[in-house]
């Protein structure tokens, strides 16, 4: 009887991804990068931009503060000139009258002049008729100033007395013979003059551009002058003013803009001139930007989407052209493959290809970037590291915590001995730079080869404040230095000494065999029907065999001896310290024994044999070349006697 049971369930179907689908994601993570990318150098650039316009802004404002002092300095110089006036010493008030009235029509160095008398009684002033009445003087703390110090005054600003407007006034005082003050004289400016600071620097129309007095208080303005003269300054711009002399700060206006604030305040009369950016002209530039982004991403997606579409039809129209050889080949007739047109998928990889090597190489230039090998670190005059950069610790193996506080010497790597580092120390203190290189000793304990900078930092007065010091690991490139220079006196099959190092240690024997009266040989060694084995069995088993004779030869050799390819099927054997031309032959017999005996190479027995000529020194030459080219004569006088021989000659 059948168990009653559940049925398998049915795994879940997944639905296959269209070409079409997979096209269109890709075309978007395509994208998304720049974008981001995109993105993030608009909004860095906005913010560089921003930045160097308010620094131009704070030059401008600069500007405007020193022609402020520029004004207000040469009307106070002009005023102490006139208080030198004989007609004024004299007590000639009608002539000093005339003076003053065309002294201001001439240069307009002030608004009005105005002398009074130690009570603050005004005396005269040229702004009303010489006989009219007068006031007295309008602004009596400073008037009280200038005859307690004996020096000018140049106040904030304040209502006139005759007048009754807003005026600047610069106050001198006038002395007589015996050198006491006994008249104060006054300049007056009124503010609308110095309203045309605002307007000599070319700045946007909407800048609202302000000078204020060390009060804080609005002397001249730009825009709405009449509305808010002798008003104080917004209060985070008059609360900023007051903390330093030069900088920016996010305002509102009086009329309530939003603005980028940026001032500087004068260095001789401590006025302040402040400039205000409305907010919007960052904003306004900033969407624009963004505007122009997204159209340029909408063109770039909706170009990519109908790229997408077309090669994804052409893609499935290939793919779909398989369905027929298909269908024949399951019901066994003849499969005929009609040609597939996939140069479209083709090119789709090799953009994703060159996308990745562009990428890749983003990645290397990025990881070269945080990993350049270049350690800086600074010390304090005793010796103690006070600052270090990643790049140091990578060198060194230390973390930046463990290095600071501590010397230098705990790298020591005891590869050098105590002179070098006086030698050191003697060139930092008489040259105040030493470079050079040393061993150091990372902290897992490896030594490194490092080029080092070390200079002396010192202070306004002269005195050591740090000594500063750049790494470089050279270690890897004296390494390579030396594989280099291994290849150039080394052949690169069989490892042995080439031509150029065989000639320079044959120069240096001959130098010691002639110092100690000596002999040394040179042996001369070819290889007999070597080119035929070339021919028949192929250059491999040439090369194989050119490497088992190399062998064979340096073990024939001593170690004091120099066994070289000079180049093909040529040896050189250098023998030094010999006690007789015996040892040559010696030496040169066992080395024709070894090339008698069988090469087993690729399973084959091979069989050459070697002719071999020599030449000693003295008798045969004292130069290196003359030497060699005995050598060379020799060998070619065994191969004439019949090859697999050795000649030398006779004393």
């Given at each position: 009887m059948p168990i009653a049971g559940k049925s398998p369930a049915r795994p879940a179907v997944t639905r296959p991804l269209t070409v079409r689908f997979v096209l269109t994601c890709l075309v978007l993570a395509c994208l998304f990068p720049g974008v981001i990318g995109a993105s993030a150098i608009l909004y860095f650039t906005y913010h560089a931009e921003r930045a160097l316009l308010e620094r131009d802004a704070i030059q401008t404002a600069r500007a405007m503060a020193n022609a402020v002092d520029t004004d207000l300095l040469k009307a106070q110089a002009a005023g102490q000139a006139l208080a030198t006036s004989r007609d004024l010493l004299s007590g000639d008030f009608v002539a000093f009258y005339k003076q003053a009235t065309k002294l201001l029509q001439d240069t307009e160095i002030a608004s009005n002049i105005v002398l009074s008398d130690a009570t603050g009684q005004q005396l005269l002033n040229t702004i009303v008729p010489m006989s009219s009445p007068l006031s007295s003087h309008g602004n009596p703390a400073q008037l009280l100033r200038v005859f307690e110090t004996a020096k000018p005054v140049i106040s904030d600003t304040y209502i006139g007395g005759v007048l009754r407007r807003p005026v600047v006034g610069i106050d001198v005082p006038v002395f007589n013979a015996d050198g006491r003050v006994i008249y104060d004289l006054s300049l007056g400016l009124f503010t609308d003059r110095l309203a045309r600071i605002p307007h000599s620097q070319r700045v946007p129309p909407d800048w609202v551009v302000a000078i204020f007095d060390s009060q804080g208080t609005i002397v001249a303005r730009s825009h709405a002058a009449a509305s808010f003269i002798g008003k104080k300054a917004a209060p985070a711009l008059l609360r900023r003013m007051g903390e330093v002399a030069e900088g920016m700060v996010e305002a509102d206006t009086l009329e309530g803009i939003p603005v980028s604030a940026v001032f500087s305040r004068s260095p001789a009369v401590h006025w302040t001139v402040a400039i205000g950016i409305p907010t919007h002209f960052f904003t306004v530039q900033l969407r624009h930007r963004f505007l122009l982004l997204f159209a340029v991403i909408c063109f770039l997606f909706g170009g990519g989407m109908f790229a997408a579409s077309a090669l994804a039809g052409r893609i499935t129209h290939s793919i779909r052209t398989l369905l027929g050889p298909a269908t024949a080949l399951g019901s066994g007739a003849p499969v005929?493959?009609?040609?597939?047109?996939?140069?479209?998928?083709?090119?789709?990889?090799?953009?994703?290809?060159?996308?990745?090597e562009l990428l890749a190489l983003h990645r290397l230039a990025a990881e070269v970037y945080r990993n350049i090998h270049v350690g800086v670190f600074a010390t304090d005059p005793a010796g103690t590291i006070v600052s270090v950069n990643p790049a140091y610790c990578t060198i060194t193996g230390y973390a930046a915590d463990e290095l600071i506080g501590c010397n230098p010497r705990i790298m020591k790597s005891d590869r050098h001995d105590a002179d070098f580092y006086r030698r050191m120390w003697e060139a930092i203190s008489q040259e105040s730079v030493w470079h050079g290189e040393i061993w150091n000793r990372r902290k897992d304990g490896t030594l490194f080869l490092s080029s080092e900078t070390i200079k002396t930092m010192r202070d306004e007065s002269g005195c050591i404040a740090h000594y500063v010091g750049v790494i470089i690991d050279i270690t890897e490139e004296r390494r390579a230095l030396d594989a280099m220079r291994y290849q150039a006196y080394h052949d690169s099959m069989t490892k042995l000494p080439n031509r150029a190092l065989f000639m320079e240690r044959l120069q240096q024997e001959i130098i010691r065999a002639h110092r100690n009266s000596m002999l040394m040989a040179v042996l001369f060694i070819d290889l007999d029907h070597f080119k035929a084995i070339n021919d028949e069995f192929g250059h491999q088993v040439g090369d194989d065999?050119?490497?088992?004779?190399?062998?064979?030869?340096?073990a024939c050799a001593r170690a004091s001896d120099t066994v070289a390819r000079?180049?093909?099927?040529?040896?050189?054997?250098?023998?030094?310290?010999?006690?007789?031309?015996?040892?040559?032959a010696r030496v040169a017999h066992m080395m024709l024994s070894e090339m008698s005996r069988p090469f087993c190479i690729h399973d084959r027995e091979l069989h050459v044999s070697a002719s071999i000529g020599a030449a000693i020194y003295p008798p045969d030459g004292d130069a290196a070349a003359a030497l060699l080219k005995a050598a060379d004569e020799a060998m070619y006088e065994a191969k004439r006697s019949g090859r697999r021989a050795f000649f030398m000659r006779p004393s």
């Open positions: 005929v493959v009609p040609p597939i047109p996939l140069k479209e998928a083709s090119d789709v990889g090799s953009a994703i290809t060159r996308a990745s065999l050119l490497k088992l004779a190399a062998e064979r030869l340096s000079l180049g093909g099927d040529e040896f050189a054997v250098l023998l030094n310290d010999l006690g007789g031309k015996g040892d040559a």
